[in-house]
């Protein structure tokens, strides 16, 4: 199941993993509360915690689930995807040579002309401004070098970089499960 989009009104439950750690960070892993209820019917997830408010039916009447647990463990993937968001995550969501955050696009490190390749270990976040100013150039010739080479991040690397970016909605019965910071940062 997808996160869903976050919002104060619809009751978004945070998916834990088996070992009570969020399943993801960035995005914060968060089900709709209709998906909360049917794994819990399912017995795919404990509740840990809940919202105030009851959903009812005819049949049956529960709080609504704020923090689930899976009961099965999900191995957390070892090598991050190579995509634009990753890498933009990677770099901070600013420009590796001047650090703004505006207008940002990539840059070959070693450009494409001269062999220079499209992987983790060649392409930094780049604004169009510093893009264009380099220009097919190599670091010493263009005299830009990017702040940190750039490198093929670990899961853990992207995660700890992702909750400098919190959810703009944060309930409260969260804040146990997340890292003592976020909360200061939301
Ligand atoms: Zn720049």
Same mark, same amino acid.
């Given at each position: 199941?997808?996160?869903?989009?976050?919002?104060?009104?619809?009751?978004?439950?945070?998916?834990?993993?088996?070992?009570?750690?969020?399943?993801?960070?960035?995005?914060?892993?968060?089900?709709?509360?209709?998906?909360?209820?049917?794994?819990?019917?399912?017995?795919?997830?404990?509740?840990?915690?809940?919202?105030?408010?009851?959903?009812?039916?005819?049949?049956?009447?529960?709080? +609504?689930?704020?923090? &689930? !647990?899976?009961?099965?463990?999900?191995?957390?993937?070892r090598t991050p995807?190579?995509? #634009? =968001?990753?890498?933009?995550?990677?770099?901070?969501?600013?420009?590796?040579?001047?650090?703004?955050?505006?207008?940002?696009?990539?840059?070959?490190?070693?450009?494409?002309?001269?062999?220079?390749?499209?992987?983790?270990?060649?392409?930094?976040?780049?604004?169009?401004?510093?893009?264009?100013?380099?220009?097919?150039?190599?670091?010493?010739?263009?005299? +830009?070098?990017?702040? &940190? !080479?750039?490198?093929?991040p670990t899961m853990h690397q992207l995660?700890?970089?992702?909750? #400098? =970016?919190?959810?703009?909605?944060?309930?409260?019965?969260?804040?146990?499960?997340?890292?003592?910071?976020?909360?200061?940062?939301?």
């Amino acid at each position: 199941m997808d996160a869903a989009p976050v919002t104060a009104g619809n009751y978004p439950c945070l998916i834990l993993n088996a070992d009570y750690q969020p399943l993801s960070y960035f995005p914060l892993s968060l089900w709709s509360w209709q998906d909360a209820v049917k794994a819990v019917f399912l017995d795919r997830v404990d509740v840990v915690d809940h919202y105030e408010q009851c959903v009812r039916s005819p049949s049956f009447e529960m709080q +609504m689930p704020s923090v &689930v !647990a899976l009961r099965d463990y999900v191995p957390q993937n070892r090598t991050p995807a190579f995509t #634009r =968001f990753n890498l933009f995550l990677r770099d901070g969501f600013k420009c590796t040579y001047c650090g703004s955050p505006n207008e940002l696009t990539f840059d070959h490190v070693i450009p494409r002309r001269l062999g220079g390749k499209t992987s983790w270990t060649n392409i930094v976040a780049a604004c169009s401004g510093c893009n264009l100013k380099k220009g097919g150039r190599l670091p010493k010739d263009a005299r +830009m070098h990017p702040f &940190v !080479a750039p490198f093929q991040p670990t899961m853990h690397q992207l995660q700890a970089q992702g909750r #400098r =970016f919190p959810p703009n909605h944060l309930h409260e019965s969260w804040m146990d499960y997340l890292y003592w910071d976020i909360e200061l940062l939301a």
